[in-house]
């Protein structure tokens, strides 16, 4: 069944009309009480095909069995329910309980970490009141860390996120003494299994990107809030992998070389989405992104299958690294 949050106010809509014993609804009517509450959800308008096409679907197995009949009315057609129905109160079909019981699978991963504490009470609803379970035991590995330091910040975080709240808060970095911020929170990223909060730093009069982990406590503050008129935060992180880079840097073109044993697995788990197979023979693939400290570890975790052909500051940037592992284990002096 669509899931679509503007299909569902269609379906709601029709069926609303459709079990109205006093009004008699024709097509151009039922495409003009949908579009009234998709105008009111902002959603954009649908056409006379779609209106048909959700009135088929509501008809169907996959849908609710529907008794809709249409009754001729002069030259017209109007659309009504048969007999006494409604989808609000149909049984839940077959195909439903399927997609609920791989729904709760998915969702008992996440029991226990504190921002997902009310699935619990979900899960034993469900289970109770429509007689649906998951699995004895777990069929799906997903990674995750509820012990992580930080994760417990994440429910408040979200909500001053909402409720647009800024938020006195004390970082503390590895070294030095702890600092106090006050940030306007914005966006919350996972990269890597830790979780990071990026919001404009008063103090900086920038985005600050900080590691919930880092977080010794925080509090509400009361300064006004600074809203969010600058970033896309889906553009924002287009251009990198993970969380870090440096404004002053552009997107550069990154040339790599790998081994005939590893490029197979980076075709099919591309590093960054602008990846590109330029020559699969020889194994050279292209990266479009800015350079930072999560690409240079991600090129380091390749270790030998990899070859930096260009650019050079990169190359030289990995070289180092490399001299400086050797002289670690291999004490070169």
């Known amino acids: 069944m669509p899931d679509n949050k503007k299909a569902l106010i269609r379906y709601r809509i029709l069926d609303k009309c459709f079990s109205d014993k006093y009004h008699k609804f024709y097509i151009d009517e039922l495409v003009e009480k949908c579009n009234d509450a998709l105008e009111d959800a902002a959603k954009h308008p649908v056409s006379k095909r779609q209106i048909y096409a959700d009135i088929e679907f509501m008809k169907s197995s996959d849908g609710w069995n529907a008794p809709i009949v249409s009754i001729q009315d002069g030259k017209r057609k109007y659309i009504k329910y048969s007999y006494d129905f409604s989808i609000v109160e149909a049984p839940i079909t077959d195909m439903e309980l399927e997609q609920l019981q791989t729904l709760i699978v998915s969702l008992s991963r996440l029991q226990g970490i504190p921002c997902y504490d009310w699935i619990g009470e979900l899960l034993t609803n469900l289970r109770y009141k429509l007689g649906v379970r998951g ?115 552009e997107v550069r073109h ?55 052909l260009s650019p050079i500051g990169l190359k030289e940037q990995i070289m180092e690294k490399i001299k400086e592992m050797y002289q670690i284990y291999f004490d070169v002096k």
């Open 135 to 249: 699995v004895d035991n777990d069929i799906i590995g997903f990674e995750q860390n509820r012990d992580m330091k930080g994760i417990k910040c994440l429910p408040d975080l979200i909500d001053y996120i909402i409720k647009k709240h800024p938020i006195e808060l004390c970082y503390k970095p590895f070294t030095g003494k702890d600092i106090l911020w006050t940030i306007h929170p914005y966006y919350l990223k996972q990269y890597n299994n830790r979780w990071y909060l990026l919001g404009y730093n008063d103090e900086y009069k920038d985005i600050s990107i900080i590691p919930l982990d880092r977080i010794e406590g925080m509090k509400l503050s009361d300064v006004r809030f600074v809203p969010n008129r600058k970033y896309d935060f889906n553009s924002y992180f287009k251009d990198i992998i993970g969380v870090s880079f440096d404004k002053d840097l």
């Open 254 to 308: 990154i040339v790599l070389r790998f081994s005939k044993g590893r490029l197979p697995y980076v075709i099919s788990k591309p590093i960054h989405h602008s990846q590109c197979v330029e020559d699969e023979e020889r194994g050279i693939v292209t990266l479009d992104v800015i350079p930072n400290k999560e690409l240079v570890s991600q090129l380091l975790w390749f270790g030998n299958d990899v070859e930096i």
